[in-house]
């Protein structure tokens, strides 16, 4: 077998791995036996030399195989969705609790933030006392007794992808289209699960910009899927604007609480939330066809089941049980909040950089040892054709970030004719 180097520099090189190898440098990188260094310059080789199908396949498998693999004995279907990430995206928060009410069994195993991008696990982990990382038995018993639980990896599930998976990070490997598909279909396949949505975005606030690419990242992750056993579907969604209008980590946890309890219900925001649901539905046999599927979507917010399975999920896994009722009693509020305003109507957003601006205010890492503000942030961010005047409102922790911010939000608009305007939901993927 090759030494690790000499797998590194067959990949640099161009070369085709063998599914032995690629399950040899993941054992080392699991093991010790493979340096963070190695496991840069793997993922850099990778990204710039790319993975085959087969060597696509051969990487899931191995993180997959890395640690646990979980089995469940539930009365109805075990689904997920994942997306690959955006500005403003905390459709995760409410869908779960959503598919949940409606018969759906939802072990969401989430991440932190990567890149530009917020990360589920570090919105939950801005509610005091939620357990981010249970033990195995409580995990299931949430799941069994709420229907659902969004929990991050543990030490026993995936341990690859989890080390790979911070390096990326910080290394400039983020937008590898064969690591995004290792990395998030081998927690998929160690979580158990019947059935995954993909939410593929596109636009200046996600990885992949321009449509080619994200319609061949949802192939890739669909084909991937399917090929392990795994029936999956891919929505290709907007990410031209942020999707929320809010961006930060307790903030958006605020968001999907006035989402659940009808406080707030923004268009695009609820459109990409029930067409993930359907898809999530028919995969499980929940509903026949999409219509009937977000019929039930809308009846379990209507009625405030969904609702209520998200306070018992946040409660069973140790955060306040009150947490709908008195979010602003539990969830950190920054001491500085500014009103930024232009004159004119909004042309266009670029995304990116508001992600960019959360993670300069510390809501976001630099490194993957980096400690985050979770009360930091932006909410009723503008979107194009908005000509209220209010670009944003920044939550800082001090005056001096707050400046920055707010230079950071003006610099990401530009004001004028709006653009085309894009539907939510720009296509399907599979299926």
């Known amino acids: 077998m090759r030494l690790p180097q000499e797998i590194i520099r067959a990949k640099r090189d161009g070369g085709t791995l063998s599914e032995d190898e690629i399950a040899a440098f993941i054992r080392g990188l699991t093991g010790g036996s493979v340096t963070e260094g190695q496991a840069a310059a793997f993922a850099m080789a990778v990204f710039f030399r790319r993975l085959s199908v087969p060597e696509r396949v051969a990487l899931t498998r191995a993180m997959t195989q890395s640690g646990d693999v979980l089995a469940w004995d539930l009365p109805g279907p075990v689904l997920d969705k994942h997306s690959t990430g955006g500005v403003g995206d905390t459709v995760s928060l409410p869908l779960a609790p959503m598919v949940a009410a409606c018969g759906g069994y939802v072990p969401m195993i989430s991440g932190r933030g990567l890149g530009h991008t917020g990360g589920t696990l570090d919105k939950l982990a801005s509610i005091p006392g939620y357990d981010v990382a249970p033990d195995p038995d409580l995990f299931r018993r949430v799941v069994a007794e709420v229907g659902c639980a969004i929990i991050g990896q543990t030490a026993r599930m995936a341990p690859a992808d989890k080390r790979l998976y911070a390096i ?172 930024v305003e232009a004159p004119g109507t909004v042309a266009s957003v670029a995304t990116r950089e508001i992600g960019l601006a959360v993670i300069a205010l510390g809501g976001g890492r630099t490194r993957p040892q980096d400690g985050i503000d979770p009360a930091v942030g932006f909410t009723d961010l503008a979107r194009p054709g908005d000509a209220g005047g209010l670009l944003g409102i920044v939550h800082a922790a001090n005056e001096a970030g707050a400046d920055r911010a707010e230079a950071a939000l003006r610099a990401a608009y530009r004001m004028g004719e709006p653009q085309e305007h894009r539907p939510a939901v720009i296509e399907r993927v599979g299926g």
């Not at 990242?217 to 809010?246: C, H, N, Y």
């Not at 939330?273 to 599927?293: C, D, I, K, Q, S």
């Not at 399975?309 to 009150?322: I, K, T, W």
């Open 168 to 339: 990326r990070d910080v290394t400039g490997t983020v937008e590898s289209l064969d690591l995004i598909t290792a990395s998030i279909l081998s927690k998929k396949l160690a979580a158990g699960l019947g059935g995954l949505v993909m939410d593929v975005k596109q636009g200046s606030g996600a990885f992949m910009e321009g449509l080619p690419e994200a319609r061949a990242l949802g192939e890739s992750i669909v084909s991937v899927a399917v090929g392990a056993g795994l029936p999956t579907t891919a929505l290709i969604t907007d990410m031209d604007a942020p999707l929320a209008s809010a961006a930060g980590n307790a903030r958006e946890v605020a968001y999907a609480v006035e989402y659940l309890t009808g406080r707030r219900r923004e268009p695009r925001f609820h459109a990409v939330t029930l067409a993930l649901g359907a898809e999530m539905l028919v995969l499980g046999r929940l509903a026949a066809t999409r219509e009937e599927a977000a019929s039930r979507l809308e009846d379990a917010l209507a009625s405030g089941r969904a609702a209520e399975r998200f306070a018992r999920m946040v409660a069973a896994l140790g955060g306040p049980s009150d947490l709908l009722d008195r979010p602003d009693a539990h969830l950190p509020a920054a001491p500085v909040r500014r009103r």
